[in-house]
């Protein structure tokens, strides 16, 4: 029963999620005005915003106009139901604004430097003994990701990238940052090359990178040991 309820919980985060992940990149007040939906505008009744439930029941479909609505909404709802039941009271804040802070950057390709400090502060809650390994983590996520991004004169990084591996290092210090980031250039580099070898992309083609290092910041959370 706890777990259906934490789930429940999850699945209501991940709507208000995805309420922010929609109407924030395009200037829309996140928590003023009814739901509507993104095809037809039509504004949606309770019954068509069930967490999870609505989305099957009308199977994928606006109830209004008939047009498929994105497998985003079905899956961070799932996600954060998901992430509720198994991870720690304490990691749920940072579960859920790292959950979208990647989506939205992973669908618009904007990384908002608000929800950024809001992570900083959830990991500052959760972790009052800040040492000088957590400082170095945030000097090694701002070196690596900001070198690459001067380097590259800003081509291969975005500004928003550096701000997410500013709090990567905050949350998880030395030496985990390193694993964070390693993962995140491995798993980024083998979507890449999956991308140009099906030619969805070209190599100049811009892909968001802070969803791989959000992914490999939380690898590198979860494992008991480090690869470095």
């Not at 905050?170 to 991308?195: D, T």
Request: aromatic fraction near 16%.
């Amino acid at each position: 029963m706890m777990n259906f309820i934490l789930f429940a919980l999850g699945a209501i985060a991940g709507s208000v999620a995805n309420a922010i992940i929609y109407r924030l990149p395009r200037g829309v007040s996140w928590y003023k005005g009814r739901s509507f939906c993104p095809s037809c505008n039509h504004r949606l009744s309770f019954w068509d915003l069930v967490p999870v439930a609505s989305y099957l029941a009308l199977r994928g479909k606006c109830r209004y106009c008939l047009l498929p609505i994105a497998y985003r909404y079905l899956f961070v709802e799932l996600f954060m139901g998901v992430g509720f039941v198994l991870s720690p009271l304490s990691n749920l804040g940072i579960l859920w604004i790292t959950t979208v802070i990647a989506v939205m950057d992973w669908e618009t390709m904007l990384v908002s430097d608000w929800l950024v400090a809001i992570w900083a502060i959830l990991v500052l809650i959760s972790n009052f003994d800040i040492r000088i390994s957590n400082l170095y983590g945030i000097l090694i996520g701002i070196g690596v990701i900001g070198g690459i991004w001067l380097i590259t004169k800003k081509k291969a990084m975005g500004s928003g990238d550096i701000g997410i591996a500013a709090v990567l290092g905050l949350w998880l210090g030395f030496p985990k940052i390193i694993n964070a980031l390693w993962f995140a250039f491995v798993i980024g580099g083998i979507y890449g090359a999956y991308l140009l070898l099906t030619r969805q992309a070209k190599l100049k083609t811009a892909v968001p990178f802070g969803p791989f290092l959000i992914l490999g910041g939380w690898i590198a959370y979860t494992l008991n040991y480090g690869i470095f």
